[in-house]
């Protein structure tokens, strides 16, 4: 018997590392900002991220978290000004939307 979710055409993802312990590795002030944070990042682009905010700004955890936060807040702006579906009903076809 098949499981229903191996039923599927798409490429399986393999994992190198354990993401619980890829969490659990990050530096503690990334750790708190991905607990607040509005998207899902994940560990592992958090982390490449964090590092090159270090390398371009220096060490400062402050800063990297205040320009992390910049950059959250530019991608969720960009993504507001993406209709995120058609308008359902057209005007003028006596549906109501």
Known sequence: MTRANMA???KRRRRSADPM???DSL???LRRWLAGATLPWSPRSAL???RR???DHGP???AILSRLTEIEARTLARDRLR???PDPA?????LSA
């Open 21 to 23: 312990a890829t969490y």
């Open 48 to 50: 490449r991220l964090w």
């Open 53 to 55: 905010l270090a390398r």
């Open 60 to 62: 400062d955890a402050e």
């Open 90 to 94: 057209p005007s003028g076809t006596g």
């Open 27 to 29: 530096p503690p002030p």
């Open 8 to 10: 599927t055409t798409l």
């Open 83 to 85: 209709p995120s579906h």
